[in-house]
């Protein structure tokens, strides 16, 4: 069925080969996930929202706003599914979020929410 190959020098030496090629591919990705947290890390994403009464939103603000904040303020690419909110931001302030970038690469930062100026 094919499942198996011959040991011999010629095919020992394309799967060591193939191994560092991941290993450069994961270093590589560990490196961007790197700058990114030390980019993100601290800063704060502000994000304008229309509100109604009592200063509650329409709506919330959502990690995929999040993320869109982060490409436009930030010009860095991450993931909606990679940002952790702590509560559904339904109000203006000042929240908490992290990101999980890369395997035991995380960033703290802070989301601020203000009203929209027509």
Known sequence: ???AIVADSAAMSTIKSKNEA???R???ELD???QIAAVISGNS???EAKAGSAGRLFGSITSKEVAAALKEQ???DLDKRKIDLEDDIKTFGTYDAKAKIY???NADFYV???EKKN
Request: hydrophobic residues 40%; aromatic residues 4%; positive net charge.
């Open 74 to 76: 930030y010009d860095v």
């Open 103 to 105: 395997t035991g690469v």
């Open 112 to 114: 601020i929410v203000t």
């Open 26 to 28: 994961k270093a590589g």
């Open 45 to 47: 994403v502000k994000i």
């Open 22 to 24: 991941i290993e450069h």
């Open 1 to 3: 069925r094919g499942l």
């Open 32 to 34: 961007n996930a790197k």
